[in-house]
């Protein structure tokens, strides 16, 4: 019974970790998306791919964060050292970035065709695909970090 308390506790937290993660990162998009273009203009469509720039700058402060959460708030420390743990943590969150970005062109090209209005806010295709992309990706994530990394 502890060990099914504690596990939902610790679910609970990665969940408030990654929203947390996931606001730095949608956030991050959002300034990345609107002062990119500007500097780069293929920005938004760079041979095919739609915001690569914004989309791997957001997610590299959404990963950060997420670290620092995890290691602080979720996760107890594995048999790993610091240093390996760290190692371990950004190649998996490489791949992530890689499922991430794969499933945001996804969404952009077929799934969402226009914004979606809900009354106080407007999301953007850019956004919707965003949100959704990071929200595969968490399940994936929370699975491989607590057995790879924090061995739990």
């Known amino acids: 019974m502890k060990e ?9 937290f990665f969940a408030l970790a990654g929203g947390i993660s996931a ?30 720039l914004s989309n ?22 594995g048999k790993h050292s610091k240093k390996k743990e760290f190692i371990y943590f950004m190649f998996i969150s490489a791949i992530s970035t890689l499922v991430s970005l794969s499933f945001f062109q996804i969404f952009f090209r077929f799934v969402f065709a226009d914004h979606i209005d809900a009354g106080i806010f407007v999301f953007s295709r ?26 739990g």
């Open 4 to 12: 099914l308390l504690l596990r939902q506790k610790q679910i609970l």
């Open 23 to 52: 606001v730095i990162e949608i956030g991050s998009f959002k300034i990345f998306s609107i002062h990119l273009p500007q500097i780069f203009p293929s920005e938004q469509n760079f041979h095919g791919v739609h915001f690569p």
């Open 56 to 77: 791997i700058l957001s997610t590299f402060c959404g990963i950060i964060t997420n670290y620092f959460l995890s290691i602080w708030f979720v996760f107890e420390r």
């Open 126 to 151: 850019e956004m919707l695909s965003k949100i959704s992309a990071i929200l595969l990706v968490s399940i994936l994530n929370y699975s491989v970090k607590k057995k790879v990394i924090f061995n």
